[in-house]
């Protein structure tokens, strides 16, 4: 286990986020100077981890950030969290295929999210071996950890909804810019936890072991613990780039200016979760895990906040007052047409439902990546220079030429659009975001 300090003085500083901007002094490594337990955030340095983290030292309680750094950009969390709320973070350079580090880790802790990974479907593809060390192998370390101890703590892990597979079985039809299942119960409500597993992907496999370890850690050790079977997250500390994070990814493409490449035709639906949500449903998960302890939940924001990477390309079309660049490519390997998590497991658990809805939680994110990150526009081209778009007054979708009558088609069905309050040049287009009637 090395310090904070110390992985800087020896490895220099890691290769930064590039858009941002180089600021601030390498934070201090402090030791916590305060009694109480910290609360154990593997993974702590990265996107969710630091919005974990910023939610529990904002009502005082300690952290110990437990990570290997190994995502590039992350250590400027570390020194926001640093500089925001000083000696309550403890930090800890540590990687979770180091057992010791962790158990040393483990016995300090009050309550344990982990959150370390192989975050990647494509990287999990070229390195499977180093993708099943980190999420499967690591995880069972923690868990080796946690039952060597005489009051193990509770712990929240966070799986994926990829332990469903690709879902080809799932017949869905064409709807305006995006799919939906041909099913009206599965409009409605999502997919449910009893949908069968069918790891896809070593990510999948990797996740999927995780999670199945974890809850059987519960069942056998009885040590407290759920596993949360997550959609997309996103929200302000995220870096998203091309292999993961694609919400962040897109903005922040479209402020560089930079053409957004799009896998497949675009109509891919997911119900996304503002990271806010995410941490009500973490501290719910902790605050009832008597009764939640050896289950899985899906979580995400389900159908009442479901987007297509089209229509985020709408919506980035409003905040900016043009549309971005985009490039079509093949369907990346085991990606899901339709993705919605049914939520009512944990809601009716709990009482627990998602508050910030798509397009406020997409224009936080635009905004904090705009101002904070100095992720600066490109001046826009002039409408005649730009390749992909045909029609100067309007933010519509460009497509790939198989795709485009369809989609023109459906921008016409009027009953099915409605009007914003203009944005920008006040000519974007708003297709429904929510539920799919
Ligand atoms: N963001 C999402 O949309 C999403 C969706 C489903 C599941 N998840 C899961 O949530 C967790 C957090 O995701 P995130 O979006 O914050 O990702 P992230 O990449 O921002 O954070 C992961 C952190 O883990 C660290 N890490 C990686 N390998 C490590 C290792 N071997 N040892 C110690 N630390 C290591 C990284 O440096 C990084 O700081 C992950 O387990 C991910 O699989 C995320």
Known sequence: MTTFKAHMKQNGQAKAFPRLTETSRLPEITKASHNRKPILITGGAGFIGTNVAHRFLSIGQPVLLYDNLSRPGVQKNLEWLQATHGDLVQIEVADVQDSKALCKAARQASKVFHLAA?????????????????????????????????????????????????????????????????????????????????????????KGCASQYVLDYSRTFGIPAVAFHMSCIYGLHQFGNEDQGWVAHFLIKALEGSPINIFGDGRQVRDILFVEDLIDAFLLAHDHMDTLAGEAFNIGGGPANTISLLELLDIICELQGHRPETQFADWRSADQRYYVSDIQKFSTATGWSPKVNVRDGVSRLYHWLKEFHAVQSVPVLKTSEHPTRRNKSSCRIQTNGASRNGHQRAIKTASRIKRLAPIGNGKCVDRKLTKIS
């Open 118 to 206: 192989q975050v990647a479907v494509t990287s999990s593809l070229i390195e499977p071996i180093h993708d099943f060390e980190v999420n499967a192998r690591g995880t069972l370390n923690l868990l080796e950890a946690l039952r060597g101890l005489e009051n193990p703590p509770p712990l929240v892990f966070t799986s994926t909804n990829k332990v469903y597979g690709d879902l080809k079985d799932v017949k869905l039809q064409m709807n305006e810019g995006r799919y939906e299942p041909v099913d009206p119960n599965l409009r409605e409500h999502g997919f449910g936890e009893s949908r069968p597993l069918n790891f896809h992907s070593p990510y999948g496999c990797s």
